[in-house]
């Protein structure tokens, strides 16, 4: 009897997911277990596992490369040898009949970097030497764009898709870029929030000079191992400043307030993608050191599509920063439905008044910390971000007495 291969629920929210690619091919045997399809949710693209065996039939209203396919679909078949297709009219089950754990196939577990399964619609003139990210690619096969002729604008010197977008609309007027399964699932998250929140932005100017210091301290001292950025020292003044203001990290359900044990923090990272957050748990309880590798091997998973969905989950806080953009501050959007975000902007040189009406030289920063009204009032969200200014301004002593308390505690 055929057996049915549908589109899995990879997350309990989950109702559609893009179909990327057939790993096996019309006619092949499949053995249970083995990657079948790459299936990208609203989290990640990895690949999925067939949990049955038999002998592959896509059928021709199966979905295409790059569709948005509803969970629960049919995508095709696991047949016995010499065994017929079911006919085109056969029926079918529906998305609310498939459970998140009993579709044919399963997703694997470690996700694998989005594939390239580009359209034919247009050649492409590169050789294997032009340096283009597989979206980039696809892009440029979609549109018709030379990638020999786009010049690549991130840092890592590749192509990326937004370059070949670029060069589309510079050279073609009124050609409008097409929109991604991620980007149309920000731009619906970032809607919710603003819907279903009420969000409110208090900033803070404080003075990062020790904290500079300790960094440049730290670069001197650690030899082989991941330096600590700003941002890790900041997420570490910022859980333990959650210990003490909680309400900062839960969240509203419904008729009630969640309030977590454990403080995982959000990391917005952005890729060529789009922004994703992946998480790291329990930052409280996590040394300085091991937030710093774990940070930095989160980040560059993300950015390369290797990042498991788990880790894109369990956040009750978000750090994002635009510092690296010479932007002094701006007005963070809530990672909803967590109830607060605190956005970091560029460390700059200023004269700021010292001692005896002085004028001295201070590494000036500015915090932007958007919280959730329904859940926080003004006060406590002042309070928790004055505190976090504290710690940032003397993250030396923060760090001992927190290692201080750890030792008393054990």
Known sequence: ??????????????????????????????????????????????EVE?????????????????????VGRVLGYLLEPGENPPSAGAPTQTAPEIAADSATAKPAPAPIPDPAVPPVDYPIHANAETPASPRARRAARRIGVDLQSVEPGGKSGRIREQDVLAQKTETVLGTSAPVGNLRRIIADRMMISKQSTAPVTLHARCDATRMVELRRELKQVIQGGAI?????II????????????????????DQILVPEVFNIGLAVDTEQGLLVPVIKDVGNMPLAMLARKSRELIEATRSRRVSPDDLRGGNFTITSLGSFDIESFTPIINFPETAVLGIGSIIREPVAGPSDSIVLRDMMRLSLTFDHRVVDGAPAARFLQEVRRGVESPAVFLLAQESLGKTAS
């Open 235 to 254: 997420a570490k003044v910022v859980a333990r400043t959650l210990a003490k203001h909680p309400m900062l990290a839960s969240r509203w359900e419904k």
């Open 1 to 46: 009897m055929a057996i049915e291969i549908t589109l899995p629920r990879l997350g309990w929210s989950m109702e559609e997911g893009v179909f990327q690619s057939w790993l096996k091919k019309e006619g092949d045997e499949v053995q249970t277990g083995e990657p079948l399809f790459v299936l990208e949710s609203d989290k990640a693209a990895q």
């Open 228 to 232: 600590p950025s700003y941002n890790d």
């Open 50 to 70: 067939a949990t049955d065996s038999g002998i592959l039939h896509i059928p021709a209203r199966a979905p295409q490369p790059g569709e948005m396919t509803k």
